[in-house]
């Protein structure tokens, strides 16, 4: 099964003997503990026998399990923290009972917030997931068609609005100017590129000085301006939100004039653009999926879900999160958003997804109304 781990744990590795032997007599022995990336969800082994060196372990597992020697494989078990065994299995005993290698064993550094409840088939699951065709990133030199096409169609929509207009993705030939903009996250507004206060002032805090922040001699600037022609210049960033709320600068609106000085409220005109550009590309950028996904496990904090659908197994290992609907069986959905943790592949090619909850519905007591039904869950289950 392949694994990709977005977040990874942080552990305290046990390097001495009688602390390993202390946790695997004390805690583990004669305990069940899950076998992490099996094939089938849900495979389990029982420890028998711990050797004395704390080096080695007996395990026994269902007749429907098989192990191999040489093979690599972690046992884990929640106590409060998550605690994991790394192991090679070395022998096969007969009888489902396998001696295993001890490589490792570790433990996380704070408790887990939540234990997962597995959840019984057709009780829970999600869907309508909104996802994003493809991931937009800061280092956008291939760039989503989407944002290509919104670009263009906007420069051709303004081309009558100034002398100049360009309006592109930043690439890695971009002049300092352009650089300093998608750094910064600021605007450059240069009002009257012959008069030295432009270079010196900015308007707000939003937009850059060209003295301070722009490593490039003004008056350079200003000559190459007059030798066009040109008496004022804008630059706006074209920032894109993602799903983790940070502001991306995706691109820039740069716009020259010969005939009129640019001021504030031009450059407030143009901003607006620019967020009309960025609801137009998220609104292209993203796609319904209606299908009905079961949930395997659940907690306060989130959970697992199995996903089958080819589209979404094709897109989602690029995506950091997404939204979807949730329904406990007979009742009505609660909508959330979904940061992705983990990814599984099986044998199938089929995925099974670790979420954490980011988010839910602004809708008025929708994340009470989950709360209560995972504490349902848990106490049915016994796990109270």
Known sequence: METIERTKRSLDVFSDKEKKLHVLTKFLLNQELNIKDSEAPGEVCFLKKVAGDGTKILVGVRPTTTLFVGQKLVLYKILGRYLH???TVEQEKGESQYVLTLDKIAIAKKDRESTRISVQPGSVWITNIISSKAKIETDMFHVPTAVKVNFQDYENKLRDKCDFIKISNFTSEDNEKLRRVKQSKKALLLEDTQNPESYENAPTEDFLVYVDDIDHEF??????FRNQKIISELIIPVLYLNDEDESIPIGYIQMQSKSEKFDL????????????????IRHSNMIKTDGKFPVIDISEGGLKVKVDHPELIQSLPKLTGFHFDIFFKMQSPLTAFGMIRSIQKDQEGHLTVGLSLAGHSSRQGEKKRFLENVEIMRKQSGKV
């Open 265 to 280: 409220i031009k450059a407030m005109e143009t901003k607006t653009i620019a967020f009309e550009m960025v609801d137009r």
């Open 219 to 224: 008056q350079t600037e200003m000559n190459r």
């Open 85 to 87: 065994l790394e192991c």
